[in-house]
């Protein structure tokens, strides 16, 4: 006699909240029906999780495929230190870029924090969606005193006027004569490379998260090629 299949009671209830395979009496009751089916998804539900302890335990570094697989990762108590994680951390969340992470580590490296998905929203330029399927498993674990408020107009760094640049939190008239200076020397592609680049203090690089932007540097007029005096 064949083994019955471990699926097979799922199935059974599935068929018959569908009116595709008879129950007992030949027919369910709506309310019969409505749990039948509310069952059936609750024990889908446990059956994915199931799976993916087992593919997780086999394969710990294992990056997540979608939104579902996050939100059964985090029911098994899986998390995302947003503030601490590693490279290999982040690239196991669906879609995320090696271009996103590396922006992320060079940040974190100089110690900026980012205090809640706003942030990480505006300093990755994700959507929606994609900000919603990684949530279940991040964790904006702050490690010191997070910062005050937030401005929202952001400042195109590369581009604006200095009278501009000088509305931004904490920037001195020192700092941003050498702001301006690093800018004619080349445009900052981001705000880790501007912290890099101008020695700014974590804390008011976190205070210019979604403050700024980075435009390319506009085209200078191109100069046409000096003449050779006549000999």
């Known amino acids: 006699m064949a083994r019955r299949h471990w699926l097979d009671p799922l199935a059974r209830r599935l ?3 569908s009116g595709q395979l008879p129950g007992t009496s030949g027919f369910l009751q709506p309310s019969t029906e409505a749990a039948a089916i509310q069952m059936a998804a609750t024990e889908s539900a446990a059956i994915e999780r199931e799976l993916m302890a ?4 086999h ?41 996103q992470v590396d922006l992320l580590l060079r ?20 959507s929606d969606s994609q900000l919603r399927s990684w949530l279940p498993l991040l964790d904006f674990r702050w490690y010191g005193t997070p910062p005050g408020g937030e401005g929202n107009t952001a400042i ?5 006027e200095p009278r501009l640049l000088q509305t931004l939190p904490g920037l001195t008239a020192e700092g941003l004569q ?9 445009p900052f592609r981001d705000l880790a490379e501007l912290q890099q680049r101008l020695t700014l203090p974590p804390s ?28």
């Open 107 to 126: 940040l974190q490296s100089g110690g900026v924090q980012l205090s809640g998905p706003d942030d990480l929203q505006r300093l990755l330029d994700l």
């Open 15 to 17: 068929l018959r909240a």
């Open 59 to 99: 394969a710990p570094g294992r990056p997540l495929r979608s939104a579902e697989e996050v939100k059964h990762a985090a029911a098994l108590g899986w998390r995302l230190d947003v503030n601490r994680a590693t490279a290999a951390d982040w690239l196991r969340l669906p879609h995320c870029r090696p271009d």
């Open 204 to 231: 008011l690089v976190e205070a210019w998260i979604g403050r700024v932007r980075f435009d390319p540097a506009p085209a200078g007029p191109v100069l046409p090629p000096r003449r050779r005096p006549a000999a």
């Open 54 to 57: 087992l593919k997780l335990a």
């Open 156 to 160: 195109a760094v590369n581009q604006a």
């Open 178 to 186: 050498r702001l301006l200076r690093e800018r004619r020397r080349r």
